[in-house]
């Protein structure tokens, strides 16, 4: 199981970044996929995830309306679009495979992360 994100780096405040993830060694197409971040010195949070169809997507306030989960089945990526980023955005994003239970989402897989950095 393999997977890999890409997208990161330095970006100003108000600016955007699209991150991208790459699946390999599952069957892509039956997992929630994810995206969680973890800044220095803080635990891991979850900002989006996408049910198997792309149907049905969730987002926490602190980035509601500014991050967009995708993702292409055919491909086997999924996509975190993030606009009007903020200093506070600064994190290690990663990418996860997993799915719903009645407690809550819980990755099986994760990927090694990449680094965002909204500074000026």
């Known amino acids: 199981v393999q997977l890999v994100e890409s997208g990161g780096g330095l970006v100003q405040p108000g600016g955007s970044l699209r991150l991208s993830c790459a699946a390999s060694?599952?069957?892509?197409?039956?997992?929630?996929m994810s995206w969680y971040r973890q800044a220095p010195g803080k635990e891991r949070e979850l900002v989006a995830t996408?049910?198997?169809?792309?149907?049905?997507?969730n987002y926490p306030d602190s980035v509601k309306g500014r991050f967009t989960i995708s993702r292409d089945n055919a491909k086997n990526e999924v996509y975190l679009q993030m606009n009007n980023l903020k200093p506070e955005d600064t994190a290690v994003y990663y990418c996860?495979?997993?799915?719903?239970?009645?407690?809550?989402?819980?990755?099986?897989?994760w990927g090694q992360g990449t680094q965002v950095t909204v500074s000026s």
């Open positions: 996408t049910t198997s169809a792309g149907g049905s997507t």
């Open positions: 060694g599952f069957t892509f197409s039956n997992y929630v």
């Open positions: 996860g495979a997993g799915r719903w239970y009645p407690y809550g989402y819980s990755p099986n897989y």
